[in-house]
């Protein structure tokens, strides 16, 4: 299984759930492996060195479309669970809007080469017309914000229940505010077919020097996903094991608590994508199979 970087807490959550499987199964075997991103992972799906890997709503409809090196994809697209939810807002000092960005506003919608970008900037251009665009690590937002080189950086709320510890730094040392969205950007977002947009309501971040009543977010949907061709018993006997042993995982990460509520195994899905033929079944077994899924040809 292929999530991200290291460091990461995807990495980490992956490996409780690698242990939960191999100290409850006798006949799998999971190994948590690193990887650059996205694009690595289906990389990875392609030359058939990984099983199952993780990616986001934004890339799973570039696949759908063939878009760049996706087209040179051999393999059918399967999904298998979800795994967690990242909804991305936007901070600064002195803002209240992102109408008020302006051609000489120093924005970093996330790094540069990072699979949220692309999004986020997408979601940016519906907001305002011009911004000056540069590239800030996560943890080097908050210097950035205090030596006044960054106007607006962004924050995340995993699984609207986790504030990162770089998102925390930054709301102690910094007096920000989230920003609000018009309620015309809004419209449009929520109009995107390609943007995802959820939100929560702003007195759940502490810190803050003013937020919105509610947060609307551009969220991305991490799934795990595989090649439709993936053995059978293999995706069923892992999802079986990882079902009778949900109780567990939180006490390797606290981004699988909820993982707990079958609901969520089959939350946000991907419009387009078939599930693997074994997690159909394994879902319609355990009662939250959906008719406007669709399955995979069995392999």
């Known amino acids: 299984m292929r999530t991200s970087q290291a460091s990461t807490t995807a990495y980490s959550a992956n490996e409780g759930i690698a242990q939960v499987i191999n100290d409850n199964s006798d006949d799998l075997t999971v190994e948590a ?9 289906l990389g990875a799906l392609n030359s058939q060195d990984a099983e199952m890997v993780y990616i986001q709503n934004w890339s799973a409809q570039d696949v759908q479309e063939g878009a760049g090196d996706f087209d040179q ?5 399967a999904q298998v669970f979800h795994f967690y939810d990242l909804p991305w807002f ?14 000489g ?41 205090n030596e006044g080189s960054l106007d607006v950086g962004v924050g995340t ?32 977002w929520e109009s995107d077919d390609r943007l995802l947009i959820q939100s929560f ?4 971040i502490d810190g803050t020097q003013n937020a919105p009543d509610q947060v609307h977010c551009p969220t991305f949907a991490y ?14 006997d892992f999802l079986e094991t990882m079902h009778e042993n949900r109780s567990v995982l939180e006490d390797y990460s606290a981004v699988l608590a909820r993982l707990d509520d079958e609901e969520f195994w089959v ?7 078939p599930f693997h033929a074994a997690a159909a079944d394994f879902y319609q077994e355990i009662g939250v199979w959906q008719d406007d899924f669709e399955r995979a040809a069995e392999p």
């Not at 994809?73 to 697209?77: D, G, I, N």
């Not at 936007?90 to 051609?103: C, K, N, V, Y």
């Not at 799934?223 to 069923?236: E, G, K």
């Open 223 to 236: 799934n795990f996903v595989s090649r439709a061709d993936l053995d059978y018993d293999t995706v069923y």
């Open 90 to 103: 936007f901070l600064a000092t002195g803002l209240d809007s992102l109408s008020e960005i302006e051609s």
């Open 157 to 188: 709320y995993m699984n609207f229940s986790i504030v990162p510890g770089w998102v925390q730094e930054m709301l102690n040392s910094t007096d920000l505010n989230i920003l609000d969205v018009d309620d015309s950007t809004l419209e449009e």
């Open 73 to 77: 994809l051999e393999f059918e697209m």
């Open 267 to 273: 939350e946000n899905m991907y419009d387009g994508v």
């Open 201 to 204: 309501s702003g007195d759940e």
């Open 105 to 145: 506003t120093t924005v970093s919608p996330t790094p540069r080469g990072s699979g949220t970008a692309p999004a986020l900037e997408h979601a940016l251009d519906y907001a305002t017309d011009d911004y000056n665009r540069t590239s800030v690590g996560f943890g080097d937002q908050s210097g950035s914000l």
């Open 33 to 41: 492996r690193t990887s650059e991103g996205t694009e690595a992972n």
